[in-house]
C-alpha cells in the first residue's frame, strides 16, 4: 500500500474515490506517538553509554550523539473494499493535518470536489499578473485652507499646550 507524495494528491484522489463509490468507500484515520517505557528508555541509554566508551567521539554517528524528540504522525486511510482500491498518506505537520481533517470531513458528508476548491485551475498554477488600467480622476478639489481651526496648532507652536492627563503629586 504505498503513500501519495502530497495532501494535494490524497485529496483529489479520495474526493474521486468518494464521487465513484460513496456507500462503501471508508475514511479512517490512524495518530501514532512513540513511546518508550521507563525499562526501555534506561536500556537504551546504559547500550549508548556502553557504546560510547568503546569509541571515540569522533567516530560517533550524529544520531547518538543527539537526543532528539519522537514525532507523532498521523496516518489518513480512504478506502473501498469491493474494488480493493487504497489511498494513504502519512503526515506530521500540525496546520496539513487541521486542513485534512476538515476537507475530509466535508468530503464525507456529501460535499461536492468543486465547493472544497480541491482541483482549480488556480490552484498551483502560474497566474499572469497584468497592470491595472489607469484610474481617471473626475473629482473636483477642495481648496486648502492653511488658517489654523479650532483646536489646532497649540501644541507644536513653542506655547503651551494642553496638560496630559494622568497622576498628579499627591
Known amino acids: 500500500m504505498p503513500y501519495l507524495p502530497t495532501s494535494q494528491a490524497f485529496l483529489e484522489q479520495s474526493a474521486q474515490l468518494l464521487e465513484a463509490y460513496p456507500d462503501t468507500t471508508r475514511i479512517t484515520t490512524k495518530y501514532h506517538f512513540p513511546t518508550e517505557t521507563p525499562g526501555a528508555r534506561a536500556k537504551r541509554s546504559k547500550s549508548q553509554a ?3 566508551t ?3 567521539p569522533d567516530t560517533q554517528p550524529a544520531s547518538t550523539q543527539t537526543q532528539s524528540a519522537p514525532v507523532a504522525a498521523l496516518t489518513l486511510k480512504t478506502y473501498n473494499p469491493t474494488t480493493g482500491i487504497v489511498l494513504q498518506y502519512q503526515t506530521n505537520k500540525i496546520a496539513e493535518v ?3 481533517i476538515t476537507s475530509l470531513g466535508k468530503l464525507a458528508a456529501g460535499a461536492d470536489v ?3 476548491g480541491l482541483s482549480g ?3 498551483g498554477g502560474d497566474v499572469e499578473m497584468v497592470d491595472a488600467p489607469p484610474v481617471e480622476e473626475n473629482v473636483a478639489t477642495a481648496p486648502v485652507v492653511s488658517g489654523k481651526g479650532q483646536g489646532q496648532g497649540q501644541q507644536g507652536q513653542g506655547g503651551k499646550g494642553k496638560k496630559k492627563g494622568g497622576k498628579g503629586k499627591r
Open 98 to 100: 487541521s486542513r485534512l
Open 50 to 52: 556502553k557504546k560510547a
Open 114 to 116: 468543486a465547493s472544497l
Open 121 to 123: 485551475a488556480g490552484v
Open 54 to 56: 568503546t569509541s571515540s
